[in-house]
């Protein structure tokens, strides 16, 4: 098992910066992959932004060059900068993380095995 905990979120105006932190616990060691997805109320949850063991990323189209996801894997900490954020990034984020073998890096959900609580973003206008 794995044990995620989401901090940094909170309420900011557009153009603004967070950044996000998920403390990993447990077996991280059967961790592959992990990613950053949100949810606004009424919409499907949807990846923002992912990172594989060895480093490769991959972002969403609407986060590109806002957006940078990095972790520490001595703190077992997974981050995302925040920049320039938009009235319509507001959403819970959740960290996850994911263990199959064959995947690098993936913004489906239905590839991650483990969630965190998720972590409030409101961006005012």
């Known amino acids: 098992q794995v044990q995620l905990v989401e901090s940094g979120g909170g309420s900011v105006q557009a153009g603004g910066s967070l950044r996000l932190s998920c403390v990993a616990s447990g077996n991280t060691y059967s961790q592959k992959y992990m990613a950053w997805f949100r949810q606004a109320p009424g919409k499907e949850r949807e990846g923002v932004a992912t990172i594989g063991s060895a480093g490769s990323k991959k972002y969403a189209d609407s986060v590109k060059g806002r957006f940078t996801i990095s972790q520490d894997n001595a703190k077992k900490t997974l981050y995302l900068q925040m920049d320039s954020l938009k009235p319509e990034d507001t959403a819970m984020y959740y960290c996850?993380?994911?263990?199959?073998?064959?995947?690098?890096?993936?913004?489906?959900?239905?590839?991650?095995?483990?969630w965190g609580q998720g972590t409030q973003v409101t961006v005012s206008s």
């Open positions: 996850a993380a994911g263990r199959t073998s064959y995947i690098v890096t993936s913004l489906n959900t239905r590839h991650y095995d483990y």
